[in-house]
């Protein structure tokens, strides 16, 4: 049986019917050395395909009568297929493969926001996630307002978030906006607000998916130069990229995955040649 033993940044926690998830303070067990670490054991994800049946008033009175309609078959498709993972402490670890290989797929395993159908997932530390940019935010409550709530949910203390405030504030740029409710935000805005707030505090296990995406060139030369503080001081950091330069910077492993599966695992040098004559050769098909 699995067990994440994590906190998120971003506060998503599941129980699984294969992976139960405990200890969610991030504290590891006593007599445990404090280091960070993640095992995938022949991890497999299933997304169910067709609809689901939510049901209606007049079906449940159907049923207190005594009728049953059958049930819908489900099918399932694999998004991970028995993925065997370890990943140590200080390593930085790049995840590249084209769109719908599973890349996300595995960051959102590793968070504990998606349940594996089989499979052992352990993540030991405490876990900050920068996946869902939006996840987390009040949409009629104004960007200060979203500071101290996100604060909050990533377990800073109100003092902390208080003597932060206007590092984040300056960090993400929003000059008036800050004031204003974060449904008048662009995406660029949501993108470097959070990315503020959830950079203040270095966790054991940083899980990265595409955060660089929706800012601009000069939130992008700021933005990888906290990233850059980051990886030198966090204990394990998965990111999810398109970007090759990136990877190559800030990663010393690097992941290829096809089709839910690792097909390659090695040095950046070794590994994106690899896959960017792949991308050639499927471009050419």
């Given at each position: 049986m699995a067990t994440t033993e994590d906190q998120s940044l971003d506060p998503v926690t599941t129980d699984?019917?294969?992976?139960?998830?405990?200890?969610?303070d991030g504290n590891l067990p006593a007599?445990?050395?404090?280091?960070?670490?993640?095992?995938?054991?022949?991890?497999?994800?299933?997304?169910?395909?067709?609809?689901?049946?939510?049901?209606?008033?007049?079906?449940?009175?159907?049923?207190?009568?005594?009728?049953?309609?059958?049930?819908?078959?489900?099918?399932?498709?694999?998004?991970?297929?028995?993925?065997?993972l370890t990943i140590s402490d200080r390593e930085r670890v790049g995840i590249i493969g084209h769109n719908g290989s599973g890349k996300s797929s595995l960051l959102r395993t590793l968070a504990g926001i998606y349940p594996?159908?089989?499979?052992?997932?352990?993540?030991?530390g405490r876990v900050g996630t920068l996946l869902e940019i939006g996840l987390g935010f009040e949409t009629e409550s104004t960007g200060r307002e979203n500071?101290?709530?996100?604060?909050?949910?990533?377990?800073m203390s109100p003092s902390e978030i208080r003597a932060m405030e206007d590092d984040i504030i300056a960090f993400a740029d929003l000059g008036e906006f800050i004031d204003l409710p974060m449904r008048t935000y662009s995406s660029g805005m949501y993108?470097?607000?959070?990315?503020?707030?959830?950079?203040?505090?270095?966790?054991?296990?940083?899980?990265i998916d595409e955060v660089f995406g929706a800012g601009d060139a000069s939130f992008r030369e700021r933005a990888e130069r906290r990233m850059q503080s980051i990886v030198d001081s966090a204990g394990?950091?998965?990111?999810?990229?398109?970007?090759?330069?990136?990877?190559?910077?800030?990663c010393d492993r690097v992941l290829h995955i096809d089709n839910g599966k690792i097909v390659n695992d090695g040095a950046p040098a070794d590994v994106v040649p690899g896959f960017l004559e792949d991308m050639?050769?499927?471009?050419?098909a």
């Open positions: 699984a019917r294969e992976v139960s998830q405990t200890d969610t007599g445990e050395p404090a280091r960070a670490s993640i095992e995938l054991r022949d991890a497999v994800l299933r997304y169910p395909l067709g609809p689901y049946r939510r049901g209606s008033i007049k079906a449940g009175a159907m049923r207190l009568l005594g009728h049953r309609e059958p049930m819908p078959h489900l099918k399932y498709v694999e998004a991970l297929h028995g993925i065997n594996l159908y089989s499979g052992d997932a352990i993540v030991r500071i101290f709530y996100r604060g909050l949910a990533i377990g993108v470097r607000l959070g990315f503020a707030i959830s950079t203040q505090i270095t966790p054991d296990v940083l899980l394990i950091v998965v990111m999810a990229s398109h970007d090759m330069g990136l990877v190559e910077r800030v050639h050769q499927r471009g050419n």
